[in-house]
Structures are given as C-alpha cells and as structure tokens.
C-alpha cells in the first residue's frame, strides 16, 4: 500500500511538473485539482496554507510547495519523491534542450504556441488570483482586504522588499487574531 | 573543483531568492555572468527565453542550463541539487512545524496574514503576465492600441471555462497553444 503510495505522489508531481509552464505557481492551481480534488489527499485549507508558506519561504515556488505537500501525505520520504517527481522534468527537457536551444529558440512554431500558451497561461493565474480573492472576502472582514490592498500596492507600485511585507502581514495576521481571541473571550 | 562552485553558487540562489522565479533572475545573472564568467549576457538571456518556453521553475531551468554548459549532465544535477537545498531543509522544517502546531491560534494568525500577502504577490505577476500576453513585453507601452487581439480572445476564453466550468487549468494551456500556433499561422 505504502508502495503504491509513493509511486502515485511521483507520477503525479512528475505530471504536474512538467506542465507547470510560466512560472512556478502555476504549479498550484494543479496540485489543488489532483491533491484536493481527484485524490483527496489534503484537504482545501491545508492547500491555502502549503500557498502561503511556499511562496514566503526562499526558493523555487513548485519545490517549496512539492515538499510541503509530500511531507502532509506522506512524511519525510513522502516530501523528497515528490521533489524529485517536481526536479527531473525540468531537468530532463533543459539537459535534452540545451544542445539545440538556439534552433529551439528561433523555431517559429514553438513561439507561436507560447505565444497563445502565454494568454493562456496568464488565464490560469489570473483564476487563481480571483479565487483567492474570493476566499479572502468570504471572511467577511475589512482587515484581510485591507491587507491585500496594501500589500498589492506595496509589491506593485512601491517595490517594496517581500520579506518585509512577508514580516509585516505574518506580525499583523498574528495580532488580529490575538484581538479576536480576546474579544471572543471577553 | 567546478561542481563544488556551481553548487554553492546555485545554494545561494535558491537561498536568497523569495517570491518566485523573477525574484531569482538578477541572482542568477549575478553569480553566472558576473562573478564565475559561466555564461555570457546573450547566454543568460538565452536561457531566460528558454526557461519562460519550457516547464519548471526559472531557477531549476537555468541551474541545468549551467550545469550542462559548464560540467556536462553532472553539473546540471549538481546546480539543480544545490539550488534545491535551501528549501528542501527551510520548507520541511516548516512543514514540520506547520503539522505539529497548526490548530494553535498564533500560527493561524499568521497564515492568516500571509494570505492576502501571498495573493497581492501572484495578483502582481498575474498583472505582469496578462501585460505580457497582449503587448509582448513586460511594462505597459506607450501605446494601449498595440494590443494583440488574439492573446485578449484566448486570455478571455481561458479565465471564462476557468471560472465557469472548472476545468482542468492543463487543457487551457495546452488549447491555448494550440490555438496560439493555429491563429497566429493562418493571419
């Protein structure tokens, strides 16, 4: 059982990797269908979770968010086969392209299609984006989107470090829910 | 002698780089172009082309990259080793922590707080990538008017069976490249 444990978190994050296209978070939206959704491997909040500590954490997004999620199935061992189910595409296809990466640089039909895969590509983490939107206003408080508000500026137009904002929301997340607990006592 | 400066070369990449692939670019052509001489500037500007063509992480491609050019297959798995060291130990010592203690109240504060930081993060790049997809570059041009009409029609597609019929975000992509290769050909 074990066995066939693993071998499916290998398969499936070496199938989810090799579709991640654009960027590491992609990767999320994809582990969300498989994990939460096909497998129920884990459940909707320990997914939200896994995204916020794999995109806090230094590092590659799609391996910080792999050994999360191998080490909630399946422990220690669990998180190092899924790494190495997230490394060995990218791995493999670089080593395989580098040898003609100039040809496959100026092929026109591969640009061509990351060209519609781009849009396409920028609709899948706009969806993300509008889905954890909504589960932030679900809360039905005004500091979580305050938060979001500030810290969107904060990245977009005032280049702010992201470990500061990281800091910053994680010490404000903290006291909010210190308040709450408080008034919930009192 | 050179595995064991890729390594520590790509291990600080992988450790100083927070937030996502563009976070790691200057890091890269830092320790790459810069101070080892690996790649030259047309290379490293290969590679950022190839990475954004191919799947994976932008750190884990251009750790391969490098490797390979430098040392052969044995250099690419030592950079990409190297430059998933750092979170290996840093996210499963946090996985560690997150299993034992998530139902205390302070830890869920601050994940709390992490979200709508997390989500102003990706709403940041996702503006860059929708940037991207209709102008071709990553700053909004002077000229709104030079949008690609195709790129929009597909984006909208994309987001509407996305948002509306929960489909697989694998078979967007992959239709929208399709798509892509097929309009752009024909016009």
């Known amino acids: 059982m074990e066995k066939g444990l693993y071998k499916k978190l290998f398969l499936s994050t070496f199938q989810l990797s090799a579709c991640t296209f654009g960027g590491g978070f992609v990767i999320i939206p994809l582990m969300r269908r498989k994990f939460v959704r096909e497998l129920h491997w884990i459940s909707e909040q320990e997914m939200m979770d896994i995204t916020a500590i794999a995109q806090s954490s230094p590092g590659a997004i799609a ?64 969806d993300v984006v509008i889905n954890m939107l909504r589960s932030i206003c679900s809360q039905k408080r005004i500091f979580p989107i305050l938060m979001f508000v500030l810290a969107f500026a904060a990245v977009r137009f005032f280049g702010v470090n992201i470990i500061l904002i990281i800091l910053v929301c994680g010490l404000f997340g903290a006291l909010d829910r210190k308040i709450q607990d408080k008034e919930a006592k009192a | 002698m050179i595995l064991l400066e890729l390594f520590w070369s790509f291990f600080q990449i992988g450790l100083f780089s927070i937030g996502g692939g563009y976070a790691a670019l200057p890091l890269i052509q830092q320790q790459a172009v810069d101070l080892h001489g690996w790649l030259t500037m047309t290379q490293f500007t290969d590679i950022m082309t190839i990475a954004e063509m191919t799947p994976g992480p932008i750190a884990i491609n251009s750790a391969t990259f490098v490797g390979i050019q430098t040392a052969g297959l044995p250099g690419a798995v030592i950079a990409t080793l190297g430059c998933i060291f750092p979170s290996c130990v840093i996210v499963l010592c946090l996985s560690y922590i997150y299993r034992k203690y998530k139902n205390l109240s302070v830890l869920q504060g601050i994940l709390g707080g992490l979200r709508p930081a997390v989500t102003a993060m990706i709403a940041s790049a996702a503006v860059t990538m929708v940037i991207m997809a209709f102008y071709g570059q990553r700053t909004l041009p002077a000229d709104p008017g030079a949008i690609d009409p195709v790129a929009v029609v597909i984006f909208a597609a994309g987001l509407l069976v996305l948002q509306l019929k929960n489909v697989d975000p694998i078979k967007v992509m992959a239709c929208a490249g399709a798509a892509g290769a097929l309009i752009y050909m024909v016009i």
């Open chain 1, 63 to 126: 391996v910080n968010a792999s050994v999360m999620t191998g080490y909630q199935i399946a422990g220690f061992p669990g998180a190092m086969i899924a790494v190495l189910g997230t490394v060995l595409p990218p791995l493999l296809i670089i080593s395989v392209i580098s040898f003609f990466y100039r040809q496959f640089r100026d092929s026109l039909i591969v640009s061509l299609v990351m060209r519609g895969m781009l849009a396409g590509v920028a609709a899948v983490v706009c």
